[in-house]
């Protein structure tokens, strides 16, 4: 099936149809993808969710859908590109270290916690149970209307993936974890605990987005709202 259908069956918000897809390489016009109109509005603030425990907790939930439906092995949604679930960590440190040396080798902040992480590799946990994860996850992803969370409209960075990786990434935007967990583990049960690979995996958020240089701290000490 398609990523449209995979979300259709397991998502408690609104999927649009995609109507038309441009290619690379056309020569008729740059590339897009063109979806069906759903009513509302695409937050743009990264920190809307902050005041919006309501959504949080519809959040939870929408996450909480797709993490319960879990795959063997990691990869590309379409599985043209599968690895078993051991390769992860090793396969995960290895991206990172040539995200450092392709952006940020004159970065002496970066370079340091890089050094650190590869020091604390052979310690971090392996993952049994993999799940559709979205990398690029933020509330301009979404559309709201009066007040609820109402449709995914942003759905292109969907892979197969440790559910703590997405879960690292949307505690950075979230206001409330307590309404997020409870709407996560209605639909999924208890929630993964993400203590062990939070700083980790929010260094590898910082690498991959070039955030602002000389922010890496702030960003790794940012509140942590899930266990």
């Not at 008729?28 to 969710?49: K, M, Q, T």
């Not at 993490?67 to 090793?90: I, L, V």
């Not at 992480?117 to 009066?146: E, G, K, W």
Request: negative net charge; proline residues 7%.
């Amino acid at each position: 099936s398609t990523l449209v259908d995979y979300l259709q069956r397991h998502s408690p918000i609104a999927v649009p149809q995609i109507l038309h897809v441009e290619p690379f390489g056309s020569p008729h016009a740059p590339p897009f993808v063109l979806l069906e109109y759903i009513p509302g509005n695409a937050p743009r603030a990264r920190d809307y969710f902050v005041q919006q425990p309501s959504m949080c907790y519809q959040l939870g939930q929408y996450i909480g859908s797709l993490h319960a439906q879990q795959f063997e092995m990691w990869g590309n949604f379409q599985q043209t590109a599968s690895f078993s679930n051991h390769e992860f960590m090793t396969r995960f440190i290895d991206t990172i270290w040539k995200l450092v040396q392709f952006r940020w080798q004159d970065d002496d902040e970066v370079s340091q916690e890089l050094d650190a992480n590869l020091q604390d590799a052979a310690s971090l946990p392996s993952f049994s149970n993999m799940a559709l994860i979205m990398l690029d996850i933020s509330p301009s992803q979404f559309i709201c209307r009066n007040g609820a969370l109402s449709a995914i409209i942003d759905f292109e960075s969907y892979v197969r993936g440790p559910r703590e990786l997405e879960l690292v990434a949307v505690e950075l935007f979230l206001g409330s974890g307590d309404a997020f967990r409870a709407g996560y583990e209605f639909m999924c049960g208890a929630m993964p605990q993400i203590s062990a690979v939070r700083r980790i995996f929010r260094f590898f958020y910082y690498i991959l987005y070039n955030a602002p240089p000389k922010g890496l701290q702030r960003w790794l000490d940012a509140p942590s709202l899930f266990l």
